[in-house]
């Protein structure tokens, strides 16, 4: 899928009724969003990505915070003020390619992060959000968290307004817990299986 197509996707769950607004997004973080880590040369995936080239100073980013196993910047197309990103300093394509103690160490940085940034714009709360994968919106395949700060009736998702069902307790919601519990237990190792719901 095309980079535009992409933001579009993005957009469309922002904006759906409007044009797609892809202009406003920076050429440089869109430079890197055709790459696909799935099967490819990670160093190639390495070199042309937009983060590492962040990590490695080759690229400006606004820092906001920095340790030894990840980064967090100001994201440059920002859905409202503050919308920052927390990236590992190491290149992983998506979630599921990123080691936990990785994911680890960027999540443990949230609640301090988040809360610095709510203070620094006078926002109410955030929203933690994770694109993972093309049909989720993932414009750059180099895993990052969003903390984007949030105000009461911002209405920043217009799927704020839509109304909620609730869970029907029917066979389609027991079939999809059992299969995603059949996932776990042949995907998770032994000790990472927990009780035996």
């Known amino acids: 899928m095309e980079s535009r197509s992409r933001l579009s996707i993005i957009c469309s769950h922002l904006l759906p009724q409007s044009p797609s607004p892809t202009s406003r997004f920076s050429s440089s973080l869109t430079s890197s969003a055709s790459i696909n880590d799935a099967a490819g040369d990670t160093r190639n995936h390495q070199l042309d990505c937009v983060f590492c080239r962040i990590v490695r100073g080759e690229s400006p980013a606004f820092k906001l915070y920095e340790d030894e196993t990840c980064l967090c910047i100001l994201d440059t197309s920002p859905v409202s003020p503050g919308h920052s990103l927390i990236i590992p300093k190491s290149h992983f394509s998506c979630l599921e390619a990123t080691p936990p103690s990785v994911v680890a160490a960027m999540c443990s940085k949230v609640p301090s992060i988040g809360n610095a940034i709510m203070k620094a714009n006078g926002s109410d709360s955030f929203n933690l959000l994770v694109n993972n994968g093309a049909a989720a919106g993932q414009v750059i395949f180099h895993t990052h968290i969003h903390i984007i700060p949030r105000k009461a009736r911002d209405c920043l998702w217009t799927t704020e307004s839509l109304r909620k069902r609730p869970l029907n307790f029917d066979q389609e919601a027991s079939q999809i817990v059992s299969r995603v519990r059949e996932q ?12 035996g719901i």
């Not at 776990?184 to 009780?195: C, I, Q, T, W, Y």
């Open 184 to 195: 776990l237990s042949s995907s998770l190792p032994d000790d990472e299986k927990g009780s």
